[in-house]
């Protein structure tokens, strides 16, 4: 090691790597390739990256005022730090307990299949070229796109600069028997013999926290493989602003850092589609991407900064074409990525692929699309107009902020009920493991249930009084009131896991931003719930909430649950369908112009909106009768309170 080097060993992987003195335990990690949750993006706020220093305690800086809020007494005691808060300074051994870990994550690639005609940019042209002779000495590339001319309704055809260094190579391989391959009017690759049956393409949502790709067999449509990870940008920041935040502080070179992470993670997806298939990635012509707006700028390694100011203009709205050597993608050299096309502010392309994929503007009733996510998009209308807009929303169902959550992976609790007179909790875990937390499912299961329970009013107060019928609810040292969900003999990580009030508030803002959008979309259109026909709701995160639950508390109007329809991962449906056809690249287009997008910080009913939508289910008891109706039963509503 060079003077100044540490080495630091992580466990219980084993894994160990040389670093500079003074280097945090974080960024230790992030940098070989360690999982630590980090929430709010090494800030030290979310309080989850918790790590124990095994071995280097004397090289630690003493404890940060952020840490003595996070850890408990008994956590100082036994070593544990906050690993963004922990500067190492003499070789060291940090032990990652399982709740720090971001752990087998529950990731979504199923959506809509919705028929498309095949008709994509890429195609293989299969010729048998006459041989040169002293008669006929056209040269090779006049002798190529002549019989593409003769063999195709192909015109104004080109050869890629690159491609013609090896084209007399190619041409003579196989004695002039060559497959051309083509994208648009350009000659991208001719390759020796028959390849026209070996045609494919890869489709990816990029999501602010998943990634879903899709291998694409292009001479049929079908997909042949699918795969799915965690954004690798996560470490940078939790939701788009942290991660935007990363880039305006730390300067010019930030973008190819974060650019890098992601296209880490595509290379990934197409390592493993590849190899489950047996198809080389050299056998991909075409790629085709969608993600919000902050992920096109994050991808493309556009400067983020003043989009997220207001009035928040995009970048780039149209669609874009990028050579694949530009972004360091593993496929043909000569491929083409595109980005598709979005609409504005943070509605983005994956917006666009909702929409074109469950018809939106083909709809002759009115229909409500939610993508939620950690940054939720909210589009109403039919075929006569669409109005959509943007909300801030997902970071606290991902588990930021609340205090035992944590993301959808192996142990976390998903579904929870609440008997109301025995105040017992029955739970689900992610694959039947031992709870160590509650994800986004749980939590809105955890609001719904502790609402008809009567543990907490319409404004989402713990109601105090119950500490004296049952042990599950306790004053916190903070003073404040929480709810245990499960205690720690049952828990893996030995400790009760909770409800807080202030776990509460967070959701209570997250859920009001995204009901707010809604109510502020119908009424910019003169419409009320009533003429919703169809809510899809979208997304990975939207697909494995109980739409009950979610009704109960209030995220969205309240539609009957038979018009409500889970569509999943409609922005990789969308992907596809523009992987495949060039006409419905052309529609992206068309929607994204056509598609009115609207600020809600504009909105001068926005704030009256919110306020309004943070009382669960909404302050408009009327809007709610059912549940109206059980609180007066459990004597929680005072009679002032009834609707009218």
């Not at 045609?199 to 799915?228: E, M, N, Q, Y």
């Not at 050579?323 to 504005?344: C, D, L, M, Q």
């Amino acid at each position: 090691m060079a003077r100044g080097e540490i080495e630091i060993v992580f466990q219980p992987n084993g894994r160990r790597a040389v670093f500079q003195r003074g280097i945090t335990i974080l960024e230790a990690a992030r940098r070989s390739g360690v999982d630590i949750s980090s929430l709010c993006a090494g800030k030290g706020t979310c309080g989850k990256c918790k790590v124990k220093v095994e071995k280097g305690k004397k090289g630690t800086n003493p404890l940060t005022e952020k840490e003595m809020k996070h850890l408990s007494k008994d956590e100082k005691k036994a070593g544990f730090r906050l690993s963004c808060q922990t500067r190492l300074s003499i070789p060291s051994t940090i032990y990652i307990p399982e709740r720090s870990r971001v752990g087998k994550q529950r990731l979504q690639t199923e959506g809509l299949e919705v028929p498309v005609a095949l008709n994509p940019l890429v195609k293989k042209i299969h010729l048998k070229l006459s041989r040169p002779t002293l008669r006929d000495a056209r040269s090779d590339e006049d002798r190529l796109l002549d019989a593409l001319r003769e063999e195709s309704d192909l015109t104004d055809l080109e050869i890629d600069y690159d491609m013609t260094k090896t084209l007399p190579i190619e041409l003579r391989k196989k004695d002039w028997d060559v497959t051309a391959v083509l994208w648009k009017n350009k000659v991208m690759a001719v390759e020796p013999g028959d390849t026209s049956s070996r045609c494919f393409g890869f489709a990816a949502d990029i999501g602010s926290t998943k990634l879903a790709g899709f291998l694409v067999d292009l001479t049929s449509g079908t997909v042949v493989s699918t795969a799915a990870r965690m954004n690798p940008q996560i470490p940078f920041g939790e939701d788009i602003l942290s991660r935007i935040t990363f880039i305006v502080e730390n300067g010019q070179k930030a973008p190819d850092e974060l650019q890098k992470a992601v296209v880490s993670g595509i290379n990934e997806m197409i390592d493993e589609c590849c190899e489950k298939t047996r198809i080389r990635p050299k056998e991909i012509y075409e790629l085709n991407f969608v993600g919000n707006t902050a992920m096109q700028m994050l991808f493309l390694k556009l400067w983020p900064q003043y989009t997220a100011l207001a009035p928040y203009p995009p970048v780039i709205r149209r669609g874009v074409d990028v050579e694949i050597a530009k972004i360091g993608i593993r496929a043909h050299p000569n491929a083409n990525a595109h980005f598709v096309p979005i609409i504005g502010g943070f509605v983005g392309a994956d917006s666009v692929a909702d929409m074109m994929a469950v018809g939106m503007l083909e709809s002759e009733k009115i229909v409500m699309d939610i993508d939620i996510g950690t940054n939720t998009e909210i589009a109403v209308g039919n075929r006569d107009l669409v109005m959509a807009v943007s909300c801030a929303s997902g970071p606290a169902f991902e588990g930021m902020e609340i205090k035992h959550g944590v993301r959808a992976a192996t142990g976390a609790i998903e579904e929870i009920s609440i008997d109301p007179e025995s105040f017992d909790v029955n739970y689900r875990t992610i694959d039947d493991a031992a709870p160590l937390g509650i994800c986004g499912s749980g939590i809105i299961d955890s609001l719904g249930e502790m609402l008809k329970a009567g543990i907490i009013d319409m404004s989402g107060k713990i109601i105090q009084e119950l500490a004296e019928k049952t042990d599950r609810l306790r004053k916190t040292s903070e003073g404040f009131y929480e709810f245990i969900l499960v205690k720690k003999n049952e828990a893996a990580a030995n400790t009760d896991i909770t409800i807080t009030q202030a776990d509460i508030r967070e959701l209570q803002k997250a859920k009001a931003a995204m009901r707010a959008g809604s109510e502020i979309l119908l009424k910019k259109m003169n419409l009320t719930k009533d003429d919703i026909a169809t809510l899809y709701v979208a997304g990975a995160f939207g697909n494995y909430i109980d739409p009950e639950s979610a009704r109960t508390i209030g995220i969205y109007p309240e539609v009957p649950i038979e018009r409500i329809k889970f569509v999943g991962n409609t922005a990789g449906t969308g992907s596809r369908m523009c992987l495949v056809s060039k006409n419905m690249r052309q529609y992206a287009e068309e929607i994204a112009t056509k598609v009115h997008y609207y600020e809600l910080a504009s909105d001068s009913d926005f704030l009256d909106e919110f306020v309004k939508a943070t009382f669960i289910p909404h302050r408009d008891l009327s809007r709610q009768p059912i549940i109206a109706e059980m609180l007066r039963k459990l004597g929680r509503i005072k009679s002032k309170m009834t609707p009218a």
